[in-house]
């Protein structure tokens, strides 16, 4: 079984080489699809012998659809550059590599995020299970947002031992940056489908959001974390249904 691990990037210097170091050992190649970086991501890559292009921002799916289809290799290892596989979940892959695999299974690995130098195990974010090693012939990523892979046939999916370790959050205002993008992006999203707003889901969806994740999904075990995290996500509901009562009233 060999592997290609499939990356894309923009502006990575600080996340890829950690990226690069977790999985140059259980990669029987790296493509790198890059859709402009201005920093050292590209020099960075050429240490480590990648196969590395530069494509425009097609979205998130077709970005990744698009690297898949440069890979030597049908299996896929899909990682994002601010994750590394731990060395448990490396040793894991490893062992996969010697076994007969059919194109129908898939493989899966709990995604362990870091917020602020801490590892955040509630507020519904772990085990944030992720199926990133499969046969691209009968995957492909579809989502204009948060995207899945759609498969043609039936799958039989294992879970790997070991984590994905997730370095996505610096500060705060990382995670608040990242949260209001994607929910103008889904309250856009909401609108071209032709949703209809109401002011009662303005109002009350974010502190139902609050409760789900910091009462019971337990996001108060997290600390401080925890509450910034559940507070920051409340604020991102709210404006989703309030960007999306905004282009209403624009077309009124």
Same mark, same amino acid.
Request: with cysteine; glycine share 6%.
């Given at each position: *079984?060999?592997?290609?691990? %499939? ?17 140059? &050992? %259980?990669?029987?190649? #790296?493509? %790198? ?7 050292? @991501? ?10 590395? *292009?530069? =494509? ?46 059919? &194109? &129908?299974?898939?493989?899966? *690995?709990?995604?362990? @995020? ?40 039936? #799958? ?21 940056? =990242? =949260? ?17 707003? +109401?002011?009662?889901? *303005? +109002? ?6 609050? #409760? ?12 401080? &974390? ?6 920051? @996500? ?7 249904? =309030? @960007? ?9």
């Amino acid at each position: *079984m060999l592997i290609t691990a %499939v990356i894309i990037t923009h502006n990575e210097e600080r996340n890829i080489r950690r990226c690069l170091e977790s999985i140059k &050992d %259980v990669a029987d190649e #790296i493509v %790198v699809v890059d859709s402009g970086s201005t920093d050292n @991501t590209e020099k960075i890559c050429a240490e480590y012998g990648v196969k590395f *292009m530069h =494509q425009d921002w097609l979205g998130y799916s077709e970005q990744k659809n698009f690297a898949n289809n440069l890979a030597s290799n049908d299996w896929i290892l899909s990682i994002d550059a601010d994750e590394e596989l731990s060395k448990k979940l490396k040793n894991s892959i490893s062992e996969l590599k010697n076994k007969n695999i059919s &194109d &129908d299974e898939v493989f899966s *690995m709990n995604r362990l @995020t870091n917020y602020c130098g801490h590892w955040i195990r509630h507020c519904g974010w772990y085990p944030d299970r992720k199926i990133r090693i499969w046969n691209r012939t009968v995957g492909k990523w579809r989502g204009e947002i948060h995207e899945t892979i759609e498969f043609s046939t039936e #799958i039989k999916e294992t879970v790997l031992h070991g984590d994905l370790l997730h370095y996505s959050f610096a500060t705060p205002e990382d995670y608040e940056n =990242q =949260q209001f993008k994607f929910a103008k992006m889904r309250g856009q999203h909401y609108f071209m489908k032709g949703k209809k707003h +109401a002011l009662f889901y *303005m +109002a009350v969806s974010p502190v139902f959001s609050f #409760i789900q994740h910091y009462i019971f999904q337990l996001g108060f075990l997290d600390g401080k &974390d925890g509450l910034h995290i559940c507070h920051i @996500t409340a604020k991102a509901t709210r404006l989703k249904y =309030q @960007t999306l009562k905004e282009l209403t009233d624009k077309k009124l």
